[in-house]
């Protein structure tokens, strides 16, 4: 069992529904994004176009992240999930360092949309799961595939961009589009073995 | 010119005196230096604490860069501890014997600046009341560290070289101690005579003392090598670009042997002109040290020159954009002044005529502790800034909370030194006495032991 993520680039057109979604599922603080959407700009006009590209944990099979987590609190589980046990995390940041797709988030300070305000009673449940001083980052919505639900962002994508399965399994939908539509992972050349594949556009 | 010796050599007695005079009761100029040591770093602790309070967001906005400023000053101040045991361990066993004079000096050194970077950790820890997660020690969680972390490895390798460093240090004073517990009356003598661990001088104390010593001596070597070689692969076992590079073990060894050395000169230049000491730290030794920073500092160039050629001929794109960047953008001055400092300056150490300036030595030493602290700062703060996706280069802004922490670092150290010239004898009575000619009754023959 491997969990993994394969991103259609034809599909997706940067509606940044799955960041949002993201949001709400984990209710993370302003600026910290699982699932974020990079736009860019290539071409020169009148042949121009936009591109993006839909980053979040790739879920490595050789984390950077977890080797050098010195008290261990970043883990990969038996199903491919890479977690963090918030309760183990002292906030050194080396896995920010040792991630080559920022994919962490450092909750470096209590802060809310709201400013002045204060938290809104959705933001002080919410923020209960991401202590101060605590790396966070995406976990494939480990919670929802407990009961059998899909990661949020896959549920949301309107156009269908995103699929999530088993890697290990050659019929699984995953495999195939990977084997069929030659997917291919960011940065391969690292080593690192990422779970989340990309479909060229 | 090189064995100019001094106006007079002095005797047995003579050292005794002068170097027990440096524990005599201060004057104003000393106060008014601790008092000013103590209110920055006062000033430290309140903006520690407000960070401890408010969290690390205080210390400015870092989003790539997440290790910034107290990782840089950590492994400055772990760099400037590696002096002091090259000078007291390898040249004790080389029996390089300039090293007499400022050994003592450098050892403390040495000590109160790993105590420095001690902090550094705590203080960049998100959550530093959960540091100890980082010690091996029996829970009933049965957690134990990753070991695989270089992190861990740094907890083994920096407390193991502070014990030892601490050992050796203590062992090294006993006979020294001895000499001014015999000088001192009252509680003072009570405490020295504590520490000095009932030394009489009798030859068995002395044979135990000398394999002691040689022993740690012995232990305390391969440290020098293996605890910057750990702190550099807490950046070369990263994949940031500017980091993974095999380069970096003996390349930080040899900074922080240049930058302990800076130290060391910056620290005892001031103790030979306020406590006159001219007759036992001489220009003979301000000479040696002179020519050790020029040699490690060009061996330091050495390392910027191959370090820039394997980039470049590596072929690999992200290395090569990130050391673009450092060279030309944001990051350019900080780059260019690490240069100048590290490798243009020390080269005017060439002349003799300039190690033997105290005052040449002295703006050499602090343009090389500049160019030291840059040094880290440039691989830290510009590799982190300019990695693998653009969506996520930024360029680092320092904060007051920061700003204030580091410098009371500084602060820190210089109140330990200040208070150990005071209280322990900061030049060794025991080894400099072994380099003057033994008190005879008709003119003694310049004997070297």
Known sequence: MRYGMVIDLKRCFGCYGCQVSCKAEHATPPGVFFARVVKRETGTYPNVRKVYLPMLCMHCEIPPCEAVCPTGATVKRPDGIVDIDRELCVGCRYCMQACPYEARYFNDRARWYFGAQGPTEYEALGYAQHPVG????????AHRLEHGQLPSCVVTCPTKARTFGDLDDPQSEVSRLIKERCGEPLHPELGTGPSVYFLPA | MMSQSPPTTPTFADVNRDVLRTLGPPGNLYFAWMCVVALVLAWGILAWTGQIWWGMGMAGKRVPQQWAMYITTFVFWIGIGHAGTLISAI???????????????????TIF????????????????????FLLPYPNQRDLWPNFRSPLVWDVFAISTYLTISTVFFIVGLIPDIAAVRDASTGWRRRIYAMLALGWEGSDSQWRHYRRAYGLFAALATPLVLSVHSVVSWDFAMALVPGWHSTLFAPFFVDGAIFSGFAMVLVLVLPMRHFFKLHAYIQEKHLDAMGKLILVTGLVLTYFYLSEIFTTLYSGDEFDKASLFWKVTKSYAWALWLMYFCNCISPLILFWKKARTSPVVLYVVSILVLIGMWFERFNIIVPSLGHAFYPWAWGIYVPTLTDTSIVIGSFAWFFLLFLGFIKVLPSLSIVEVKETLPPPLKDRPHASHH
């Open chain 1, 134 to 141: 605590v790396v966070m980052k995406c976990n494939f919505c």
């Open chain 2, 91 to 109: 040249l004790y066993l080389f029996r390089a014997r300039w090293r007499t004079s400022i050994y003592r000096a450098a050892e403390a050194m």
């Open chain 2, 113 to 132: 600046a790993v105590l420095t970077a001690g902090l550094f950790p705590l203080i960049h820890a998100g959550r530093m009341w959960f540091a100890y």
